[in-house]
Structure formats: structure tokens, C-alpha cells
């Protein structure tokens, strides 16, 4: 078995990743890289016997991923979201990322080649699917933190330029005013020279003034004005909101583990009354006895906050009220509600949102 392979080369194969890496790299190493590539043959290892013992459609898409890349809440793509975010604090590059990953597939296709071993299509398959997400996870983060690097740079910028101009406009008004005073006390005429300097003076005010009101239209403050929240305590206040509701129907809801870095802007009764109504739809549409699975979570620059139904609805969810009023409620939060089904995933209420960090 394949897995039984995986499991017995364990050390083997993280050795030769771990040599591939430092052949390659022109940066230091570090043992949280280690440690994510580890948690990805492991959870591999765990998808691979998962697959194997159950039949069910969508059994090791928690651990493995969608089979088509379809956004989804998955423990290796967990995984390879905090392994993109440290190889960016890291200092590595992109293409280290992607390469990563790809050293797994080379051990382990060498070390069958030395065992002399083959395994099955769908095998083979199920790797390059765990590889796909796993990568497409950790590159989506690694581009978020490096372009949020970015910009935090290019905000220093602005405070910088800003308080240049600051310092233009403390300069300039001291000049006016020394040169009303001198004025004042001479009785000079404002034709003389002393009048051209407060001129002057005033003109470099009036453009100093004009930069910034110009600076004030092009900044986006709106989302300034939103309340910022902490996306596992919210979702955990959600948790515990509706989960005395979903008892009552004799149904389970569960919340997985939430990075508490993440924060999501918006006011709380707002984004709480979206996602109880959607809640209150799938409640609605399940069975006694079914579990229905809820996860917060980054994707690259947005925040998905999935609600995964036990079974596919019937066609009138599509047009439940409850989905149009939280449509309605997150047009004022920049957020849009996704459905996602086709047989490819499991039946997925999602809302999407803007991704925010809770300070430091």
C-alpha cells in the first residue's frame, strides 16, 4: 500500500527534502519549514488510508482538499497557509514555496525507484492532488504577506511625506508670522520686501494645503470607520449563539480551530444576522442527527466563513430568504455570499469578506 510505503520512508523522505532545500536555497533554514512539509506527509499518509477505508464522495476532501482547487477549509491547506506566511517572514522566494513541495514528489518517486516498487493511478493521483492544493494554499499566502509588506512599506512612505509637509507648513507659517510681525512693528508697507516674503510665504501655504486635500480624495478612509473584530472570538460568539438552536433540532453544529490573527471590519449585529440567517437555511434543510460544519478562514486576500451542509438541499434553497437578506446585509461590508456545489465539494454556504490582522 502506498501509505504503509510512506509511513515505513518517513524519515527518509524528509531528510532528501531537507537536503534538496539547503542544495537550493540561498537562504538559512529553519525548522517551522521542517515541520510544515512533516505535517503534509502525515496528513497525506492519513488522506491516502482514508481514502482507502470509505467509498464516500467527499471523505478525505477535510484533509486532502477539493479535487479541482475549489476554495475549501482543509487541514493541509491549514497547514500550507502558515508555511507560505513563514517562508515570506523567512525571506525565501516564491519559487523556494512551489519547490518545497515539489521535493516531496522527487524523494518519494526516488525512493520507489530504489525499492523497486509501483503503486496505482489513483494514488499517484491523490498525491498530485494533496501537492496542488497544499501549493496553491501556501503561494496564496506567501503573496498576501509579501504584498501586505509592501504596503505597510509604502504607508511609512506616506507618514513620512506627510510629516515633511508638516514640517513645510510649521516652516512657512513661522515665516509669515515673523514677517506680519516685523511689519507690525517697522510699519513697513506690504509693496516692500518684508511684504513680498509674507507673499510668498502664503502662496507656499496655499500649496502645501492643496497637496493634502488632494492626498485626503485619493485615501480610502471608509474602512477606517468599520469596527474591527477578531475573527475567532466572533465566530466563536456565533458558535455559542446558535448552537443551543441547532440541539433543539436534534443537529450538531461544529466550528474549527480559527487562526486568531485574522480580523474581519464590519459592524457585529450585521455580519451576525448574514450568518445566522444562513445557518437558519441549512438548519432548515438537514436531517436529524447531522452535523453541520462551520470554518473561518484566510484565502489569500479574503476571509471565508464557510457553513458545510451534512447532504445537498433540494433547489428551493437557492431561492430561501434567507440568502437574499444576507446578500443585501454584506453589499455595505465589501463581503458577497458564494454557494458552492456541482458535486465537486460538499453543498457550502460561504460568505467572503475582506481580510484584516488584529494588531500586534
Not at 83 to 105: A, I, P, Q, T, W
Not at 119 to 133: I, T
Request: hydrophobic share 40%; with cysteine; net charge negative.
Amino acid at each position: 500500500m502506498f501509505y504503509e510505503f510512506l509511513s515505513e520512508n518517513r524519515s527518509w523522505l524528509l531528510d532528501r527534502c531537507k537536503a534538496y532545500r539547503i542544495v537550493r536555497s540561498q537562504t538559512s533554514t529553519d525548522d517551522r519549514t521542517d515541520e510544515a512539509i512533516a505535517f503534509f506527509l502525515d496528513k497525506l499518509i492519513e488522506s491516502l488510508k482514508v481514502e482507502l477505508a470509505t467509498s464516500s464522495t467527499h471523505a478525505d476532501d477535510a484533509i486532502a482538499g477539493s479535487t479541482v482547487g475549489i476554495p475549501t477549509h482543509f487541514d493541509i491547506g491549514t497547514s500550507a497557509t502558515e508555511h507560505g506566511k513563514e517562508m515570506e517572514r523567512l525571506g525565501f522566494n516564491v519559487n523556494d514555496v512551489v519547490h518545497s513541495y515539489g521535493d516531496m514528489c522527487h524523494a518519494i518517486v526516488e525512493r520507489a525507484i530504489q525499492q523497486g516498487l509501483s503503486f496505482a493511478v489513483e494514488e499517484y493521483r491523490l498525491l498530485n492532488r494533496c501537492l496542488d492544493n497544499a501549493v496553491a494554499n501556501a503561494v496564496s499566502e506567501f503573496t498576501y504577506q509579501h504584498d501586505s509588506d509592501l504596503a505597510s512599506l509604502q504607508a511609512d512612505d506616506e507618514s513620512q511625506r506627510l510629516g515633511a509637509i508638516a514640517n513645510e507648513l510649521r516652516n512657512q507659517l513661522g515665516t509669515a508670522t515673523l514677517a506680519v510681525a516685523a511689519i507690525k512693528s517697522r510699519e513697513l508697507t506690504l509693496g516692500g520686501t518684508t511684504g513680498t516674503i509674507l507673499e510668498r510665504s502664503l502662496q507656499s501655504l496655499g500649496r502645501l494645503v492643496e497637496d493634502m486635500l488632494e492626498y485626503a480624495e485619493h485615501k480610502d478612509s471608509s474602512s477606517d470607520l468599520l469596527e474591527l473584530l477578531s475573527l475567532r472570538e466572533f465566530m466563536m460568539q456565533l458558535l455559542h449563539t446558535v448552537e443551543p438552536v441547532a440541539a433543539s433540532l436534534s443537529l450538531k453544529l461544529t466550528l474549527s480551530d480559527v487562526d486568531p490573527s485574522l480580523a474581519i471590519k464590519g459592524g457585529h449585529e450585521t455580519l451576525q444576522a448574514a450568518l445566522a440567517g444562513l445557518l437558519q437555511a441549512a438548519f432548515q434543510f438537514s436531517h436529524a442527527g447531522e452535523q453541520i460544519h462551520m470554518h473561518a478562514y484566510a484565502n489569500g486576500k479574503r476571509i471565508l466563513i464557510d457553513i458545510v451542509c451534512p447532504s445537498r438541499p433540494n433547489d428551493s434553497l437557492v431561492q430561501h430568504p434567507a440568502l437574499a437578506v444576507a446578500g443585501q446585509l454584506l453589499n455595505g461590508l465589501n463581503g458577497k455570499l458564494e454557494l458552492r456545489d456541482g458535486g465537486l465539494v460538499p453543498y457550502t454556504l460561504s460568505l467572503a469578506l475582506p481580510r484584516y490582522s488584529m494588531p500586534t
